[in-house]
T-cell receptor
Framework: KQEVTQIPAALSVPEGENLVLNCSFT??????LQWFRQDPGKGLTSLLLIQSSQREQTSGRLNASLDKSSGRSTLYIAASQPGDSATYLCAVSQEDNTDKLIFGTGTRLQVFP | NAGVTQTPKFRILKIGQSMTLQCTQDMNHNYMYWYRQDPGMGLKLIYYSVGAGITDKGEVPNGYNVSRSTTEDFPLRLELAAPSQTSVYFC??????????FGSGTRLTVV
C-alpha cells in the first residue's frame, strides 16, 4: 500500500530564507506527483505537477524535484516571503488510470518578517 | 471559468440525518473525486469517478454514496450521519496528465 510521508511537519523561518520541504513515498510505481498549497480554512491550490518521466518542474520561486527510484521529492522555495505561509501537501498517483491521489499529512510553513 | 463549485460551505447535522453535498465542475474533466480531511491529517479518498455513469469506492467509502449522471456533477450523499463524519469535504476534478482543481470545501459537523 502506498504511503506518503512529509518532513518536517512544521517549519518556522525568517523571511528571505531558502527552504526545502521533503516528501517520500513507499511505492516507486507512481504516475505523477503533485505539490499543493492549502491556506487555513481554504481549499487546495495546485502548485506543481511532475510526471513520473520528469525530474523537476519550476514555477517562479518554486522548484520541485522527483527521484522516482528512491521514492523522494523535494519542494524548494527560494527567498521565502510571509505570503508563503501555508500548509504544503505532497500527493502521488499510481499507474492505474484513475489519477487517484494519496496524500501526505503536509508541512505547515510559517515565514515571519 | 468557475472551476469546481461546492455547496454548501458549512453545515451542521444531527446524528441520523441525511444530506447531499453538491459538486459541479465546468472544465469538462472526466475524473472527479471526493476527499475528506480531518484535523492534522492528509486527505483521504471517499469515492471517485472516471466518467459519467462510472463510480468506484476509495479508501473510506462507508456511510457515503455517490452518483455521476453527467460529466459536470458529482454529488456525495451522507445517509444516517454519525459524529465520525464530522470533517471537511473536498471535491476535485482533473483531466489525464493535468493538475487537480479543488473546490473550496464543505465543513460538516455532526452533533
Amino acid at each position: 500500500k502506498q504511503e506518503v510521508t512529509q518532513i518536517p511537519a512544521a517549519l518556522s523561518v525568517p523571511e528571505g530564507e531558502n527552504l526545502v520541504l521533503n516528501c517520500s513515498f513507499t511505492d516507486s510505481a507512481i504516475y505523477n506527483l503533485q505539490w499543493f498549497r492549502q491556506d487555513p480554512g481554504k481549499g487546495l491550490t495546485s502548485l506543481l505537477l511532475i510526471q513520473s518521466s520528469q525530474r523537476e518542474q519550476t514555477s517562479g520561486r518554486l522548484n520541485a524535484s522527483l527521484d522516482k527510484s528512491s521514492g523522494r521529492s523535494t519542494l524548494y522555495i527560494a527567498a521565502s516571503q510571509p505570503g508563503d505561509s501555508a500548509t504544503y501537501l505532497c500527493a502521488v498517483s499510481q499507474e492505474d488510470n484513475t489519477d487517484k491521489l494519496i496524500f501526505g499529512t503536509g508541512t505547515r510553513l510559517q515565514v515571519f518578517p | 471559468n468557475a472551476g469546481v463549485t461546492q455547496t454548501p460551505k458549512f453545515r451542521i447535522l444531527k446524528i441520523g440525518q441525511s444530506m447531499t453535498l453538491q459538486c459541479t465542475q465546468d472544465m469538462n474533466h472526466n475524473y472527479m473525486y471526493w476527499y475528506r480531511q480531518d484535523p492534522g491529517m492528509g486527505l483521504k479518498l471517499i469515492y471517485y469517478s472516471v466518467g459519467a455513469g462510472i463510480t468506484d469506492k476509495g479508501e473510506v467509502p462507508n456511510g457515503y454514496n455517490v452518483s455521476r449522471s453527467t460529466t459536470e456533477d458529482f454529488p456525495l450523499r451522507l445517509e444516517l450521519a454519525a459524529p465520525s463524519q464530522t470533517s471537511v469535504y473536498f471535491c476535485a476534478s482533473t483531466a489525464t496528465g493535468s493538475g487537480y482543481t479543488f473546490g473550496s470545501g464543505t465543513r460538516l459537523t455532526v452533533v
